[in-house]
């Protein structure tokens, strides 16, 4: 395995990634870019880009983990698009950085939580893009899923002093004035982000991009039918997802066991996708109705800081 970090993108405004490719042997024609969750790091929360891309180079796979502008060690923008459009520029110029080092032309997204987006976003509009994971990205449970989702989370976090400071703050903001903030990431309502999302997987589905999606204990609590997609299970192109509810795992993967079968999951993915063998692997019966022991996460936390 080698790697190395780099530099690359606007002069003006350059961004920083870590490359790691295979040591030896042949090199697959498809690489994969792994970029920030939330406002984090390239490394990803407890080093789980790092270690994906480490796996991934032992299977001939090469990759870049990136940080966007204005994230990590990568520098603002100098221009004016909003967040979500200069990802894409972001995730572009990252594309042709490993089309002229290495020679590769088509790409898998490995997209933690916002990221999951921003892959989204880059796939739609860039045919380069032939592989797309989203980890806890997008979710849209119907009403007794939500409703199932917030009474856990209040018997499981009763007895935690943070709940009582977000019930407040709910509070103050449904009842007091409203106030203008300051906002890193584009919002729209859940409404049109489903309708976008179900408008453009289909897309992607019928490009022939193989989609990934996965969702943990600690966001969602449980799943039944494939909840977390809502309305969008029952459409055709659905049926071609690949799907994991991983209930033992959380949104910051803490536990090694977690990190573990994180890591099993998406490099299977990666490797069959990059072999051209994407098919999700068959269903083994009804899946069971997983029930976990919910823990405090806040979506988009920051993961540890280690370099990398």
């Known amino acids: 395995m080698k790697e190395f970090p780099i530099l690359f993108g606007p002069e003006d405004a350059p961004l920083m990634g870590m490359v790691t490719t295979p040591a030896s042997g042949d090199t697959a024609p498809v690489a994969c870019l792994m970029l920030n969750m939330g406002a984090g790091y390239r490394i990803g929360p407890r ?30 923008p100098k221009g004016q698009e909003r967040f979500t459009q200069q990802a894409v520029l972001d995730l572009q110029a990252a594309m042709k950085l490993l089309e002229t080092t290495l020679g590769i032309q088509r790409f898998i997204v490995i997209g933690l939580c916002s990221g999951g987006g921003r892959g989204l976003s880059l796939a739609e509009v860039d045919p380069r893009v032939v592989g797309l994971f989203m980890f806890d990205s997008y979710a849209f449970p119907g009403p007794r899923a939500r409703i199932e989702r917030d009474l856990r989370r209040m018997l499981a976090l009763a007895g935690n002093a943070s709940v009582y400071g977000k019930v407040g703050r709910w509070l103050r903001r449904k009842l007091g004035p409203r106030q203008p903030s300051a906002q890193l990431f584009d919002d729209e309502p859940i409404e049109e982000t489903q309708r976008y999302f179900a408008t453009t997987v289909r897309q992607l589905v019928e490009r022939g991009v193989a989609v990934f999606v996965m969702y943990t204990g600690t966001l969602h609590v449980r799943d039944l039918g494939r909840d977390q997609l809502g309305s969008v299970a029952d459409e055709p192109f659905a049926k071609q997802l690949e799907y994991r509810f991983i209930g033992e795992i959380d949104h910051t993967l803490t536990s090694i066991a977690g990190q573990q ?33 919910v823990v405090a996460a806040q979506k988009g936390a920051l993961p540890d800081m280690a370099a990398g």
Do not use: Y
């Open 47 to 76: 080093r789980i880009n790092v270690k994906l891309a480490r796996r991934l180079a032992q299977h001939g796979i090469s990759s870049l983990r990136m940080d966007l502008s204005g994230l990590g060690d990568s520098s603002a």
């Open 261 to 293: 079968t994180f890591l099993d999951e998406v490099g299977d993915w990666v490797r069959r996708v990059a072999s051209g063998r994407p098919a999700a692997k068959p269903a083994l019966g009804a899946p069971p109705v997983q029930r976990v022991q």
